[in-house]
């Protein structure tokens, strides 16, 4: 058994929205020029763990105790420590939490791994009241390591020095950067978040105008000296044993990556490679016909902003419903549910999806449904074995609408909204489709479902 450092912060905020994404884009790519980061994100989030794992030149992955247990948290940030300096983006409000205790919150997370928070400030229309702000967060659990604060969306040096001041004075805690606002042009959003990277046309440019702010206006050798002097240090097995089963002839599990769909954590991946499989990456909006695979993954993503060609693409999409017709074992989750519908609606002009299920999906502009999930696996289906309990989170702006009675569904929600009447999992043969997003790591039961069915089902021409 052995000891080792993690240097590490977590870049915290006071509300959703207080810019602490573009903070933590900043600093770690201006770190990034002298160190090696690995990014984690804290939270359900695909879009802003594209643009830190962008930022970093490293996979994002994801921490949050909802989701995935306490010890497999833990281990995960070990397992994927491999550099000099860990940077967290925490969500939403630093205590924001599920109850009156603050569970699964940013705060209990920096106390799970003992690691040190720098605070973000939305400064817009406040003065002195920041410092009130800072204290409520010291106050509130001692135990949080709030060792610094950066100020954002500042007006001028002097609405900077009011705050500065005061932070500094009464909270008695530096300030280490203040960032003047940004043209909402540089960071374009949709859906309560940032534009996913596959759809930015300048990503590096993004990237290093962040970097530049960073390095100018915020103390970025500070932020390592904190990381640094509060690293947590576990006792453990610095080498980890390999969870990767060896296979002669693995099977070959497709994977959609593509614009429409994006949304995976790298730890899923992880865990069907894990299970012995081989990965084959596919594009629904170009690619013609399906590869040879023995079983399909189709993540989230925006199949509404690119419905017009995935529309178009009509020989992948009836490669893909002969081989669903067929026996092919596919996973789908939110948009790649969508995907397997018969039509998504935008502004009342509809576009012809794959037609597995006889769902018409109808886009709003406002959420349908968003937050964690939890739901019982309570009828057969192919990857899941019966009274399986499945936490996740679900993030979508359509409504269903179709023969919604006819369908068989295989999990009964008891927390989140599902397709139906709190029902979710929509099973036709070997295929699953769901609103629920999952966790490899918090949900052990789908990797290796997915690849026993692939086994099971083996391609052949």
């Given amino acids: 058994m052995d000891i ?44 802003d763990s594209g643009w830190m794992s962008l930022s970093a030149k490293s996979p994002c992955y994801n921490l949050d105790p909802y989701l995935v247990s306490k010890s497999k948290v833990l281990e995960s ?10 940077v967290i983006e925490g969500n939403r409000g630093l205590y924001d939490g599920l109850d009156l205790q603050g569970s699964y919150s940013t705060a209990e997370l920096s106390k799970m791994l003992k690691v040190p928070v720098i605070l973000v400030i939305d ?27 950066i100020l954002n969306q500042l007006s001028s040096s002097r609405h900077e020095k009011i705050i500065r001041s005061s932070i500094e004075h009464y909270c ?10 940004l043209d909402d ?10 534009l996913p990277i596959h759809e930015h046309n300048n990503t590096e440019i993004v990237i290093n105008r962040l970097s530049e702010k960073a390095i100018k206006h915020i ?43 994006q949304f995976y954590y790298p730890e899923n991946i992880d865990a069907l490679k894990d299970e012995g499989a081989e990965i084959v990456m596919i594009n629904s909006m170009y690619d013609n016909e399906l590869p040879k695979i023995d079983g399909l993954y189709i993540g989230g993503g925006f199949p509404e902003t690119n419905a017009i060609r995935l529309a178009k693409n009509k020989t992948f999409k009836e490669s893909l419903k002969r ?36 769902i018409i999906f109808e886009m709003h502009t406002k959420p349908v449904a968003h937050g964690y999930t939890e739901a019982i696996v309570d009828s057969d289906n192919p990857f899941y074995p ?46 699953l489709a769901t609103y629920t997003h999952i966790h490899a790591l918090g949900t052990n039961e789908w990797a290796k479902g997915m690849i026993r069915k692939a086994k099971e089902y083996k391609y052949e021409p």
């Fill in 4 to 47: 080792k450092i993690f240097p590490t912060l977590i870049i915290a905020g006071i509300k959703g929205g207080s810019g602490k994404t573009t903070i933590t884009l900043g600093i770690i790519g201006a770190l990034s020029k002298n160190y090696k980061v690995i990014p984690f994100k804290k939270g359900p989030d695909y879009i």
């Fill in 386 to 431: 019966v009274e399986t309990v499945i936490r996740g989170h679900e993030f979508h702006y359509s409504s269903v609408s179709g023969n919604l009675e006819r369908c068989k569904y295989s999990f009964t929600m008891k927390r989140g909204k599902g397709i139906f009447e709190k029902k979710d999992g929509i099973v036709y043969k070997n295929c």
């Fill in 123 to 149: 400064c817009t229309k406040i003065t002195r009241t920041a410092s009130a702000l800072v204290l409520g967060c010291q106050k509130m659990d001692e135990d949080v390591m709030i060792k610094g604060v």
């Fill in 185 to 194: 042009k540089e960071m374009p959003e949709r859906h309560m978040g940032l």
């Fill in 219 to 261: 103390n970025i050798s500070a932020l390592k000296e904190i990381a640094t002097k509060n690293a947590p240090s576990y006792m453990h097995e610095i080498e980890f044993s390999s969870k990767k089963t060896q296979s002669y002839n693995p099977v070959r599990i497709g994977v959609i990556i593509d614009k429409a769909f």
């Fill in 172 to 181: 008695k805690i530096p300030v280490l950067g203040a960032m003047p606002r």
């Fill in 77 to 86: 940030f070990i397992r994927h420590f491999d550099g000099d300096i860990a």
């Fill in 323 to 358: 081989s669903i017709i067929r026996g092919l074992p596919v996973y789908a989750e939110c948009g790649g549910l969508m995907y397997l519908g018969d039509k998504i609606v935008i502004n009342n002009q509809g576009y012809n999806m794959t037609g597995i299920y006889d």
